[in-house]
């Protein structure tokens, strides 16, 4: 069952307020959750989980579903969980500046940044992009105001451009990297070199990433339609699902060993059971364009971005195995551009930040439709940080939310970057 507000443009008749706006988008919101509770109370009845019990251990001995979904979620759960996503939407108003990159080089156009990472502790930032290198930045030094120029603390070249990078979540130097030329490369970053190297993909790899729980194992996917299974002390790849479209993003739960969920040019995510990969155990469909990132919320739960303008919010639980589940989109969000380039998307504890084409960050909170606010980036001296000029074409190209500073760290398409924290 999907909801009329997921359908609703965002952008409303000229001269409505913002509060007007909200208010409908609320009111839809909130709505949904009570359809939601009646379609519940009727599937109690009428569905018993077997089918979702043995479809979920299939991904992992660890997930624990009860046996019986009224003790799962009584029918007050639903409105006690749209009022409690209601206080935390209405927790923050503001992203405040904490902090920003200045570089005499920023501003050059070779140095736009397409990938930003925090590292396992938060100690540093890596940044990569066009300019072939990829630079790592004490985090503390870029909130320390009286530093007047920025210098990395360590610094690799690449031969090709760069598309992304993956922080190891165990092994703390090591990084992942993809490139215009395809090319996967793991860096130890205490030696500044590059120890392995995979020549595996035939055309741009577009996205890499760790497992958390199996840091040993890594996934990248590429415009050659192939998404390849790799194992540090391996040098070919343990595995390739091939997919009927280029494969823009990879992305492994962190709560299992076993699920990879990838986005891809036709529109689709794709959800593999790595034990049973001949076939997706689902296939998610409901975007309008590609799906540029993906991004897990809980264990169950999947946030995705795309360039048709929308976030869309994914239940796994609802998801089938026979076809497309386009009736697992549970929520839909819109109040950011994004209808061509990859602005970057990610999570922290039911909060979702995103970038813009109007080189804005934006961010969301995973009950509701509507953004809590954004963020403009500007165009500034990238050593005074005066403002200069303006920002016309440039948009926010990555952002990565520390997962224990809770502070949003976020490039653009001018090589500048910030640190923004929600207050």
Request: hydrophobic share 35%.
């Amino acid at each position: 069952m999907t909801s009329g507000f997921h359908r609703r443009p965002y952008l409303l008749p000229t001269g409505e307020t913002n509060l007007s706006r909200n208010l409908r988008q609320l009111e839809d919101a909130y709505f949904f959750a009570r359809s939601q509770l009646q379609t519940r109370k009727g599937s109690v009845a009428a569905h018993p989980d077997e089918g979702l019990l043995s479809n979920q251990e299939r991904w992992s001995g660890a997930w624990h579903v009860n046996q019986d979904l009224s003790v799962r979620q009584r029918p007050s759960d639903l409105t006690d969980d749209f009022f409690d996503g209601l206080c935390k939407f209405a927790r923050y108003s503001k992203f405040e500046a904490r902090g920003a990159l200045r570089s005499g080089d920023l501003l050059n156009s070779a140095n736009v940044l397409r990938s930003i990472g925090f590292d396992r502790d938060e100690h540093y930032i890596a940044a990569a992009g066009v300019s072939k290198k990829i630079k790592i930045y004490e985090f503390a030094a870029l909130l320390d105001d009286s530093i007047d120029l920025h210098y990395p603390a360590v610094e690799m070249s690449n031969n090709s451009k760069l598309s992304c990078v993956c922080w190891n979540s165990y092994m703390r130097n090591y990084l992942a990297s993809t490139d215009y030329d395809g090319i996967v490369k793991i860096w130890d970053v205490g030696t500044a070199q590059g120890f392995s190297q995979h020549l595996e993909h035939q055309k741009r790899a577009w996205s890499v990433d760790f497992s958390q729980a199996d840091p040993m194992k890594f996934a990248s996917g590429s415009d050659d339609f192939s998404v390849k299974l790799w194992a540090i002390n391996e040098k070919n790849s343990v595995a390739t699902i091939w997919n009927p479209a280029n494969v823009c993003c990879v992305q492994f739960s962190p709560h299992s060993t076993h699920l990879l969920v990838f986005g891809c040019a036709d529109n689709k995510i794709y959800c593999y059971d790595l034990r049973h990969a001949q076939i997706p155990w689902c296939t998610l469909a409901g975007h309008g364009k590609t799906i540029s990132y993906i991004k897990f919320l809980d264990s169950e739960s999947i946030v995705s971005a795309s360039t048709d303008n929308t976030l869309k919010l994914w239940d796994l639980k609802k998801a089938s195995s026979d076809g497309s589940s386009s009736n697992a989109c549970t929520l839909t969000y819109r109040g950011h551009t994004n209808d061509k380039n990859f602005v970057g998307l990610s999570t922290l504890d039911g909060y979702i930040a995103c970038g813009s084409e109007t080189n804005e960050v934006y961010s969301y909170y995973r009950s509701l439709p509507m953004p809590i606010t954004s963020h403009a980036f500007g165009s500034s001296d990238p050593i005074s940080g005066t403002k200069i000029g303006n920002d016309y074409g440039n948009f926010v190209s990555s952002v990565c939310w520390g997962q224990k500073t809770n502070m949003v760290a976020a490039a653009n398409s001018a090589g500048c970057l910030k640190i923004l924290q929600m207050v």
